[in-house]
C-alpha cells in the first residue's frame, strides 16, 4: 500500500512558476499511474494531470495544456507537477494520487484513484 505526501505548494503571483513533488513510499512505485487532481471550495475535483506507471503517457485537463507539466521519476519514488503562467482560477489544493495501472488507457476520474495524499494549497493572487 502506497503512502504519498506532497509538497511546494504556496502563494504566487499571476505569471508566476511553482514545482509540486509528491513523494510516495510502503509500495512498487514503477506500478502506479500518478495523477495531479485539484479542488476549489464548492467545486468538484478536477483532473489536472496523470502520467502512465513508465512516465511514458500523459493527459492533461485542457485549462492547464501547455502551462503544466507532469513528470515521474521511478528511481526516486516521486511524481512532479510543474506549473507555469499560473492564473488566480487555478487556485485549489493540489493532491496527488496512484493507481496501479492495469491497462493502457490512463484514468482521468478521482474514483479510479485508490490512494492518495493530504493535499497542497496552491494560491495565486492577481
Known amino acids: 500500500q502506497v503512502q504519498l505526501v506532497e509538497s511546494g505548494g504556496g502563494l504566487v503571483q499571476a505569471g508566476g512558476s511553482l514545482r509540486l513533488s509528491c513523494a510516495a513510499s510502503?509500495?512498487?512505485?514503477?506500478?502506479?499511474?500518478m495523477g495531479w487532481f485539484r479542488q476549489a471550495p464548492g467545486k468538484e475535483r478536477e483532473l489536472v494531470a496523470a502520467?502512465?506507471?513508465?512516465?511514458?503517457?500523459?493527459n492533461y485537463a485542457d485549462s492547464v495544456k501547455g502551462r503544466f507539466t507532469i513528470s515521474k521519476d521511478n528511481a526516486k519514488n516521486t511524481v512532479y507537477l510543474q506549473l507555469n503562467s499560473l492564473k488566480p482560477e487555478d487556485s485549489a489544493v493540489y493532491y496527488c494520487?496512484?493507481?496501479?495501472?492495469?491497462?493502457?488507457?490512463?484514468?482521468?476520474?478521482?474514483?479510479?484513484?485508490?490512494?492518495w495524499g493530504q493535499g497542497t494549497q496552491v494560491t495565486v493572487s492577481s
Open positions: 510502503g509500495g512498487i512505485f514503477s506500478m502506479y499511474a
Open positions: 494520487a496512484a493507481t496501479i495501472q492495469t491497462t493502457v488507457v490512463l484514468s482521468t476520474t478521482p474514483d479510479k484513484y485508490g490512494y
Open positions: 502520467i502512465s506507471r513508465n512516465g511514458g503517457y500523459t
